[in-house]
């Protein structure tokens, strides 16, 4: 059951349905964007620094913005942060569409632009949809499920995105994919027009003493300082959040040199990239279905979350063969790992945070990512253009990353009192 009265239980399964739906649309363009951009770029100016600057930018404004998108995600409507977002992303996407149709501008320069563009709105987005969650799903009992089936049919868009991207490219080219990837977003914002939250959840004015929105500028630094010291100033958020960091430093160069390794060392079509990168997104979903279909206990999710850092660092190892055979099970395998542990982070920190922080710990946890991207590919990028005969050594590296880092949670003792009992704190 997920509330405690039919009526209660029909408008939660519903509106988690259109937030899962509008976030299915979206994903799916996004997913295509990234294969194709890539691509595009390759095509365009065979340069994997370039490339890896790309990346760099689709992470760099999540990085700057992250402490005032949480607090925007504390203050203001999360319904409205959602909509919102989406409905820019499209207008950016079906602008490059057209400007590049048009022929009246450099395309490298207009797709790097709408790269910043889409990357600032995507630092308001995301710490708004995490935290829109526990308002929406009722009784909170289920949030793991509902994060695990939330995360599974994104996933799936994601998965389809990436399958086809490459085809798609060869099809159709960069700038009628930049056009479906507009209408993908607008579609997403209209759907998600009518997300209603749970009659209980704590409306925006009681998340801010009253007021919708801090008061000038000292009140948004001092709001958005008081949400770092409670993120950092707690020892097992600051825990969680140091894993995402360094976790997310292992698979953008593996993303920058893959196309290179197909093509060079491999001698593999680029279009193998695309299922490379859709085999670890369906890993992805298999990892999702499993938390969702699995009942844990909070003592077994701590166990789960280490487990899944553990099969990440044996996977990779894997993936050192450079042989497709060993590849596709062992990207399989590392996707599910990555999932699994996704979301037993995420449904810990809902359960554990108070709504008037929610916003704040989740942008924190967006800026580790969009801190370690930025700097795993721009030095993912100038590996891969510097160093072209030592390709072989990419999986190897990333390997003995992930294996530190799998060491370092499965003897954190203190960490399990965040998944049993909330434990924020720990040792401060």
Known sequence: MW?????????????????????????????????????????????????GGYHFLTTLP???????????ADRLSRKAIIV?????????????GVLILLLVVDPVPLVLIATVIIGALNALFFPAV????????????????????????????????????GTVYTLLGAPVVFLANGCAFLLSGIQEMFIRIAPD???????????????????????????????????NLRTIVTLNFCSNLLYPPIVVALPFILRDTMQLPEVFFGYLLAVTLAGGIAGYIF??????????????????YVLLALTLAAGSSLSLVVMFPALFLAGAAIAIAHVNAITVLQRAVPPAYRGRVFAFLEMAIHLAAPISYGLGGLFVETMRDALVLVFPAIAVGATLIA????????????????????DR
Do not use: W
Not at 62 to 72: I, K, S, T, Y
Not at 133 to 161: E, H, K
């Open 130 to 165: 995490q935290a829109i969650v526990p308002d929406i799903v009722r009784p909170l009992t289920r949030l793991r499920s509902a994060n695990s089936a939330r995360g599974s049919l994104v996933q799936l868009s994601n998965l389809t995105g990436s399958a086809v991207g």
């Open 201 to 235: 959840a704590l409306p925006t004015t009681d998340r801010t003493g009253g007021t919708a929105t801090p008061r000038g500028m000292r009140g948004i630094l001092s709001e958005s300082k008081e949400g770092m010291r409670y993120t950092f100033g707690r020892r």
């Open 3 to 51: 509330s405690h009265s039919p009526d209660t239980n029909y408008r939660s399964r519903r509106h988690l349905a259109l937030l899962i739906g509008g976030q299915m649309t979206s994903t799916l363009g996004n997913s295509l964007f990234l294969v194709v951009v890539v691509l595009y770029l390759v095509d365009l100016t065979d340069d994997a620094a370039l490339v």
């Open 84 to 96: 919102g977002c989406d409905m820019a992303r499209g207008v950016v996407m079906l602008t490059t």
């Open 407 to 426: 060491i370092t949670v499965v003897f954190d003792r203190k960490l399990p009192a965040l998944f049993v009992s909330g434990a924020a704190d720990g």
């Open 62 to 72: 999540g990085f700057l913005l992250a402490p005032v998108a949480g607090l925007v």
């Open 291 to 308: 938390m969702a279909a699995i009942p844990i206990s909070r003592t077994n999710e701590a166990r789960v979350y280490k487990l899944s």
